[in-house]
């Protein structure tokens, strides 16, 4: 997944038609279309394999929220893509639709993602996970104080989080519930 990796990786070719049909008919069409330079295939390969293992077949309408590892904006659109929240290029739909914003269908980064956390460099993806944590218990106000509680989700029984490092090189995507 690294950047000289894309592209060329002929492991990818074929994957997934559905990226390839929609490549742009006017530019020749690079031996793997899915992924480029902007998405993280093995992150929509660990959404894959997460989705099926609790039995989800619809993200957005069957999470009630996301944490993903974005440490800025552009890599969280392509996330949202990558992780099947919508089709691709589409990302910025969800935030025009109010989809991925507190009070949406499905919210996302209501932790404040990685700027509020300070991004704490290898430790990020554990306050990512305590989040969600502390937030499928509905005990935000609790831990962050009452004013917090604008950001407490009420009766949320299933979360995503998403994290990766070294551009992509390592990462993973679990399924969190309630029980």
């Not at 944590?133 to 029984?157: D, T």
Request: charged share 25%; net charge negative.
């Amino acid at each position: 997944m690294r950047p000289g990796d894309r592209l060329a990786n002929w492991a990818w070719k074929g994957l997934y038609p559905e990226d390839e049909a929609i490549y742009p008919k006017q530019i020749p069409i690079p031996l793997t279309p899915y992924p480029e330079m902007a998405n993280f295939g093995s992150m929509r390969f660990a959404a894959d394999a997460a989705y099926k293992d609790a039995g989800i077949e619809d993200p957005v309408r069957e999470l009630d929220f996301a944490e993903v590892f974005a440490p800025y904006n552009g890599v969280e659109l392509t996330l949202w893509e990558d992780m099947r929240f919508c089709k691709r290029g589409e990302g910025k739909t969800l935030i025009r639709e109010g989809v991925v914003e507190r009070g949406g269908e499905l919210p996302t980064q209501l932790s404040g993602a990685l700027t509020a956390q300070g991004h704490p460099v290898g430790a990020t993806s554990i306050a990512m996970a305590l989040h969600i944590f502390w937030q499928l218990r509905e005990e935000i106000p609790k831990v962050y104080g009452k004013k917090a509680s604008a950001i407490q989700l009420s009766g949320a029984e299933r979360a995503l989080i998403q994290g990766h490092g070294g551009t992509g090189c390592q990462g993973g995507v679990a399924i969190f519930g309630r029980d």
